[in-house]
């Protein structure tokens, strides 16, 4: 079953509302979790590193300020996209690796963002 | 700068072999990863290599060579429902955790 699960799988959004994406850790903990992006026809870009307890690690080019990462437990971990625009929209995607579980990455569902 | 390459296409009939290769050039080299990818979903987890060499996993193979930035991802007796993308991913830092650079990804479609 789904080790990662991710809430909601799909948002159709006005344009200059902000959304909230989920993301949970289910049956361990997760110190750190990943947010990824992912244009149609384009593959996965980091976008930030999700740390329990202190503020998330942006890429370049990712703007701080507009998605929002709080990592408030070690289950969970929310991206909010403020002011969202059309350009905004996107596949967004959450990740986790588990300790002891070998080195693969676990990935949640998705969230199909779509600004109208 | 990171670079993963990988072709965008491939075709190739129900049964057959297929090998996706990827070229990798990176900052770092902690792992290489391949995932697959059906439309609109989360990636699955397919295969890992750290060291050069092969790993056989079923119907599905990866190969690494660390000196040449090379992997490949070998799919046997292939099937319908193996047609999704898939996703070459490298880790350049084993400090960074889950930090992957992922390559663009290849189509594959799987005909009968």
């Known amino acids: 079953g789904a080790v990662v699960s991710q809430h909601p799988s799909r948002v159709i959004c006005k344009s200059g509302t902000s959304v909230k994406i989920e993301c949970r850790s289910l049956?361990?903990?997760?110190?750190?979790m990943f947010w990824y992006r992912q244009f149609p026809k384009q593959s996965l870009m980091l976008m930030a590193t999700?740390?329990?307890?202190?503020?998330?690690?942006?890429e370049q080019g990712v703007e701080k300020d507009k998605f929002l990462i709080n990592h408030a437990s070690l289950t969970l971990s929310t991206l909010t996209v403020t002011s969202a625009h059309p350009e905004d929209s996107s596949f967004y995607i959450c990740s986790a690796r588990i300790q002891g579980a070998g080195e693969k990455l676990f990935f949640g569902s998705g969230t199909q963002l779509s600004v109208l | 700068g990171q670079n993963i390459d990988q072709p965008t296409e491939m075709t190739a009939t129900e049964g057959a072999i297929v090998q996706i290769n990827c070229t990798y050039q990176?900052?770092?080299?902690?792992?290489l990863f391949w995932y697959q990818q059906h439309a609109g979903e989360a990636p699955t987890f397919l295969s890992y290599?750290?060291?050069?060499g092969l790993e056989e996993k079923g119907r599905f193979s990866s190969f690494l060579s660390r000196s040449k930035g090379y992997s490949y991802l070998l799919l046997k007796e292939l099937q319908m429902k193996d047609s999704a993308s898939y996703l070459c991913?490298?880790?350049?830092?084993?400090?960074?955790?889950?930090?992957?650079?992922f390559g663009q990804g290849t189509e594959l479609s799987v005909k009968p």
């Open positions: 290599n750290v060291l050069d």
């Open positions: 991913a490298v880790r350049p830092s084993y400090n960074q955790g889950g930090k992957l650079i």
């Open positions: 049956d361990f903990q997760a110190t750190t």
């Open positions: 990176t900052s770092g080299f902690n792992g």
């Open positions: 999700s740390n329990e307890g202190s503020k998330a690690t942006y």
